[in-house]
């Protein structure tokens, strides 16, 4: 009997079952009638422009209590409230500065996923906030239209705080946004997926850190409401969704298996919608799609089994509810707003990459006195990462790339956009063409890494730096740390 199997007959006999981390211990999903709470849109932060015209966003990092089960008020750690964080919105062209002020009992740090910034606005392990502290990151927003997110990522123990509810959304336009719907919240929908174990009390349980994977939970959260419902009220509704998840891989579908188009990868617009009655996301990838509805209907967004040990189980996420009559919507464009391709040069460089366990990059843990790869600034390369064992994906910071194939097989068309996250199904081998920007820090490194956090976390990461072309040699490889060198 395998694990699904096993899951399946321990949930019809409400049999308890240990197996491992993650072990689903009760039947989670309640029903199409179960799904009875609105499912909260988080709001939108506001931004005081500074007298240089600066946007400056504020964040602080709190502890709080929140109900993710209702009545049942539990600690949870949020931006500027008890669970996960305020949408940001910020266009191309913008300079934005954030503080950033943690107010939890430990030092943690936020992270742009997604956003191409200087290495010391990133918000990686090394830009540290100590309890109490503010950190005060600015930029020019200067990339495409896309959506994108933050989190802490303190080295070590990131995935416990992304777990207590630390993540948001960062949307950034850019220009015309093509028809597509765009009204916040009413038809341009944020949707963060997350699992979760949940105890008795409803209090968030398991260990971040433990078993293969760490929690694969049996309660899924959208936007930290547990069997939410929403009231859609236009024809068409583009939702961005995240993977917010910690090891968790979505397979994507409704109910009635209608198809709806994918309009949006990671870290852009695809050239034109791709039709699908299934998307893929693994910790941390996004996509943006379009789906349609008909008047008065109700619909079951959830997620299928996808033959890997990250996405077993069947789940409903959110229960759609169309009313009586829908305002009419613009019709899909046949075009989008795309970044011009991303290709690689017939010498470009190639660099191998090889995800050994679950705590390792070509043979070595994370150490974050050492610099791994010296990269030129602006360079176009190929990254080549195997997977040797089970499942695994890969994050790089600071850039964007485009799958070129997947052990030699063009990734699907919904998935070839922009991306900076990208599923590594075990024993395969994944090619990237890499853009690479022009920040350039010889001893500020930007990380690489797998993003089911809890391999993160044990090390199965890298750090790059980028520098001015020619200058790779003069490089240190060794650098200070917060904590000290090693
Ligand atoms: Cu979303 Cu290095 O992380
Ligand atoms: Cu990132
Ligand atoms: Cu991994």
Not at 192 to 208: C, F, I, M, N, Y
Not at 237 to 249: P, Y
Request: net charge negative; proline share 8%.
């Amino acid at each position: 009997m395998n694990r699904r199997q096993f899951l399946t007959i321990a949930a019809l006999t409400g049999l308890t079952s240990a197996c491992g981390s993650g072990g689903a211990r009760r039947a989670a999903t309640p029903g199409p009638t179960g799904f009875r709470t609105e499912l909260r849109v988080p709001p939108l932060l506001e931004a005081e422009a500074d007298r240089d015209g600066t946007r400056h966003f504020a964040l602080t990092m709190q502890r709080g209590r929140s109900e993710i089960l209702p009545g049942k008020p539990v600690e949870t750690w949020g931006f500027n409230g008890p669970h996960l964080g305020p949408t940001i919105r910020a266009a191309r062209g913008d300079k934005v500065r954030m503080t950033v002020t943690n107010r939890l009992a430990e030092a943690s740090t936020v992270h742009w996923h997604g956003m191409r910034l200087p290495a010391k606005m990133d918000g990686g392990p090394h830009q540290l906030i100590e309890p109490g502290g503010t950190w005060s990151p600015h930029w020019t927003i200067d990339q495409p239209a896309a959506t994108s997110w933050y989190h802490p990522h303190p080295h070590g123990v990131t995935a416990g705080h992304v777990y207590r509810g630390l993540a948001g959304m960062f949307i950034i336009d850019d220009g015309d946004t093509s028809g597509l719907p765009s009204e916040y919240g009413v038809d341009d929908v944020p949707l963060v997926l997350q699992d979760k174990e949940l105890a008795e009390d409803g209090s968030p349980t398991g260990d971040t850190l433990s078993g293969t994977f760490g929690i694969l939970g049996d309660r899924m959260l959208v936007n930290g409401t547990y069997a939410p419902f929403m009231n859609v009220r236009t024809e068409r509704v583009r939702f961005r969704v995240l993977n917010g998840s910690n090891a968790r891989r979505y397979n994507l579908t409704f109910g009635d298996g209608r198809r709806f188009h994918v309009v949006g990868n990671d870290a852009g617009l695809l050239a034109a919608p791709v039709e699908v009655e299934q998307v893929s996301l693994s910790p941390g990838e996004r996509a943006e799609v379009v789906v349609g509805f008909a008047a008065g209907e109700e619909v079951l967004l959830r997620t299928v089994p996808g033959g890997d040990d990250i996405d077993e189980g069947d789940f409903d996420l959110l229960k759609l509810v169309a009313a009586e009559k829908l305002a009419p919507s613009p019709g899909l464009p046949a075009r989008l707003a795309a970044p011009e391709p991303i290709v690689a040069p017939a010498n470009a460089r190639v660099r191998r990459f090889r995800l050994n366990g679950h705590d390792a990059i070509n043979g070595k843990e994370m150490d974050m006195s050492r610099i791994d790869e010296v990269v030129p600034a602006g360079a176009t390369e190929i990254w080549e990462i195997e997977n040797t064992v089970y499942a695994h994906n890969f994050h790089i910071h600071e850039v964007a790339f485009q799958v070129l194939d997947v052990d030699g097989e063009q990734p699907p068309a919904y998935a070839s956009g922009h991306k900076d996250t990208v599923y590594v199904p075990p024993k395969s081998t994944v090619r990237l063409a890499v853009r690479f920007g022009g920040f350039t820090d010889p001893v500020t490194p930007y990380m690489y890494h797998c993003h089911i956090l809890r391999h993160e976390d044990s090390g199965m990461m890298g750090q790059f730096v980028i520098v001015e072309p020619g200058t790779e040699g003069q490089v240190p490889r060794t650098i200070a740390t917060p904590h000290g060198p090693h």
